[in-house]
């Protein structure tokens, strides 16, 4: 209890940082992992390789999303649970949620490879790529069950007081994938292959490590025998629907721009809006990481009704927020050359180059906007506040991003389908402001030792 009794008791800022800390570095670890599988595959298998990859991001998105989503909505109810020291009912949560997530990984794995070429035709592949998607996401799909236990031990664990131990099996399992990328594609000659089969093997790396919270028992939670009620299951597909909305609409809002880019570019637009989207990645999974890191200290303090400890942590989640979206986007406004350098061998003058720079500057503008977006949804739900969380998402996919995807390539030229994300991520925080701002940040109390 001495780990998770801290959310309760210890200074905001200190706890703060204890859980930002590694959150932080396990996000950008993470995109760091994509880029590095990125750049191996653009520049030691082509460009158009890949586009392919960047094709099957949106189905690995949506299972992700999907068990990602529960394991969320399920970390909140435990995290609730084990303030009020119900362990009994946060074991059952815990293991129910782990064979959800079990279940859910295996059917989209058995459903995936039977339907590969049905899959890779919906995903608007090209004939340069349709037998590339195929490939790799069929050896991926063999995987998929590691990565939904990832993901859910990650969410669980950092509930259960060790933040650190996600932090660890995520870098571990990325440094690792970065030889297994060198060696698979370029010792063993294994191209797309063998770049899935790192990414692969590095998740059940990931799940071995993260398994060491519960056999050596740091936490409080322990896996039981399955109580199977009703209410229970409600309780959790309830809490996981408002970040399910954004979750699922995230994987068809990237179809959707990969559809635009190719019928703007053809497969020059696909390359180019894969190598922005592995960059993007990176900053959107940073900035999500802040919303990942205050749901455990906003939930556990939730549960002892702690108002000013809630407001607290949100506020400086906002300010550092803000702070790191600014940073990273003049990093990239200064080195743009050099951070496309890492994805193509193509020379800087050459068409790819050229439009990727483009698009990567105007699209970075919505990444000041992402975070504070993620951490009014990651707020609302943390304190169960269901409709409210349901709303923000909603404005975040169905009712803006989708209707800006499919407005601005019919009424603007090629050049402005950059301006989506922008345009979207803008216009959704001044409607948050709009229905919010009294509600919540009128009455922010100053951050205080409380």
């Not at 800390?21 to 298998?45: E, K, L, Q």
């Not at 993620?374 to 803006?400: C, G, H, P």
Request: charged letters at 10%; a positive charge; one cysteine or more.
């Amino acid at each position: 209890m001495k780990k998770t009794k801290e959310l309760l008791e210890k200074d905001i800022k200190s706890l703060f940082w204890k859980y930002a800390i590694p959150s932080m570095t396990m996000m950008v670890i993470m995109s760091v992992y994509f880029i590095v599988d990125a750049i191996f595959i653009g520049r030691g298998v082509g460009s158009e390789a890949l586009g392919a990859v960047n094709l099957t991001i949106p189905i690995m998105v949506i299972v992700n999303s999907i068990t990602m989503s529960l394991a969320i909505g399920a970390s909140i109810i435990i995290s609730i649970y084990l303030s009020k020291k119900k362990y009994v009912k946060a074991n059952n949560t815990f293991t129910n949620i782990l064979l959800i997530n079990a279940v859910i990984s295996l059917v989209f794995t058995g459903l995936g490879l039977v339907f590969s070429s049905q899959i890779a035709t919906l995903l608007w592949a090209t004939p340069e790529t349709f037998d590339m998607v195929i490939r790799y996401l069929s050896i991926i799909l063999y995987f998929l069950f590691f990565f939904t236990m990832q993901a859910t031990l990650s969410s669980i664990i950092r509930n259960d007081g060790n933040p650190n131990l996600a932090m660890v099996a995520i870098i571990v399992s990325s440094l690792i994938n970065i030889p297994l990328d060198a060696l698979f594609i370029f010792g063993f000659d294994w191209g797309l292959t063998g770049a899935a089969i790192a990414t692969g093997l590095s998740q059940v790396i990931a799940v071995i490590i993260l398994s060491f919270h519960f056999i050596l028992k740091k936490g409080n939670l322990r896996i039981s025998k399955p109580n199977f009620e009703f209410k229970e299951y409600k309780k959790i597909f309830i809490n996981t629907i408002p970040i399910m909305i954004w979750n699922i609409f995230l994987p068809i809002s990237m179809f959707l721009m990969n559809i635009t880019a190719s019928q703007a570019y053809g497969t020059l637009g696909i390359s180019a809006y894969a190598i922005v989207a592995s960059i993007s990645m990176f900053i959107g999974m940073a900035l999500n990481g802040i919303a990942q890191w205050i749901q455990p200290i906003i939930s556990f303090n939730h549960g002892q009704s702690e108002e000013l400890r809630i407001k607290n942590t949100l506020t400086l989640g906002i300010k550092n927020s803000l702070i790191i979206a600014i940073v990273l986007c003049m990093g990239l406004f200064f080195f743009s050359d050099q951070v496309i350098g890492l994805f193509t061998t193509e020379d800087i003058s050459s068409p790819l180059f050229s439009m990727t720079r483009k698009a990567l500057l105007i699209y970075m503008v919505g990444f000041v906007f992402i975070g504070f977006n993620s951490l009014l949804a990651s707020y609302f739900q943390s304190v169960e506040k269901i409709k409210d969380a349901m709303i923000v998402n909603t404005l975040r996919s169905i009712i803006i991003l989708i209707p800006i995807a499919l407005f601005v390539p019919l009424v603007l030229p090629n050049e402005y389908i950059w301006t989506i994300l922008p345009i979207s991520e803008f216009l959704i925080s001044i409607s948050i402001l709009a229905f919010y701002y009294k509600k919540i940040f009128v009455k922010t109390p100053e951050i205080s030792k409380s």
